[in-house]
């Protein structure tokens, strides 16, 4: 009997021994599945976090549209452009314009003159003018050498005097007007003002945007009223708005331009506007609606 309960023993731990290698090994092998599967799971991650790359882009294209978009309309839509404020360097005698609106459209309609500055780093373009020795903004030449051939045919003698000037060729001449009243005796801030009656503060000046020339006849390159008498000036009054220019600073218009009477000084606002502003027999600033 004890020989038998051995043997059934052995037999039974045999048994046990093969249950528990066959239980470890269905372990095992139900483990490696779990193993493949979260890598298997880890690895579609890595398409997933490229694929997020393009969202990631697309995020930041609309992020520069909306800014692109958020520029426009603020030079579309601002009607009080923001001031230089107390530190503009003239603030002194009162002058605090504001930057002036450009309209990369309607660039010949650009206002500037003692209420509307040029903003910073603002860049003219410029081209030599019929007659050299002067130059404006590139896209005006055209308009202007038209205008200069067809006085040439007309027996008419314009000389270009003045067209596109530097700010620190503004700033020069400006301060040397300050300067003149100075010695006269006025104030600072008093000399001036009446200096930006006769130069404007640079950025102020439609020379410094390229637009402007200011026309000498026959020799006569001293800028003054009388070139109002001469035939250039009569040939100007009649046919330069068919090339697009104005007689910016009329007489009886310094309320409203700051500026006194320059029969020399003619701006470019192109033919559509220069006809009009002529036909309503206003100025530029009233044209536009900024008087």
């Not at 066959?22 to 694929?51: C, F, H, L, R, W």
């Amino acid at each position: 009997m004890n020989r038998i309960r051995l043997i059934l023993l052995a037999g039974l731990c045999i048994f046990v021994a093969l249950l528990s290698i066959a239980y470890i090994t269905v372990g095992m092998d139900s483990k490696e599945p779990e193993t493949t599967t979260q890598n298997t799971t880890q690895e579609p991650s890595q398409p997933d976090t490229a694929s997020t790359e393009p969202d990631t882009e697309s995020e930041t294209t609309t992020e520069a549209v909306s800014e692109a978009e958020t520029t426009t309309v603020a030079e579309n839509t601002t009607k009080e452009p923001e001031t230089m404020g107390s530190g503009y360097e003239y603030a002194y005698a009162g002058f605090n314009p504001s930057v002036a609106v450009v309209d990369s459209e309607k660039w010949y309609l650009l206002l500037v003159n003692q209420d509307y500055i040029l903003p910073e780093g603002y860049t003219v373009q410029t081209a030599e003018v019929k007659g050299g020795g002067q130059s404006l903004d590139h896209r005006v030449v055209p308009h202007y050498n038209k205008m200069i051939a067809a006085a040439e045919a007309d027996g008419i003698d314009l000389i270009p005097v003045s067209g596109y000037r530097s700010l620190s060729r503004q700033k020069s001449n400006f301060q040397r007007k300050i300067d003149y009243y100075a010695s006269l005796g006025y104030s600072k801030a008093e000399a001036t003002r009446l200096a930006a009656k006769i130069v404007l503060m640079p950025g102020t000046s439609e020379h410094n945007a390229g637009l402007a020339m200011d026309f000498g006849t026959n020799g006569n390159y001293t800028l003054d009223e009388n070139f109002a008498n001469t035939e250039a000036f009569k040939w100007l009054s009649e046919n330069a708005a068919d090339y697009g220019f104005i007689l910016r600073y009329e007489e009886d218009t310094q309320d409203i331009t700051k500026i006194t009477y320059e029969p020399w000084h003619w701006r470019y606002v192109g033919v559509d506007a220069t006809k009009e502003i002529k036909a309503q027999g206003v100025t530029l600033e009233e044209y536009l609606g900024m008087d």
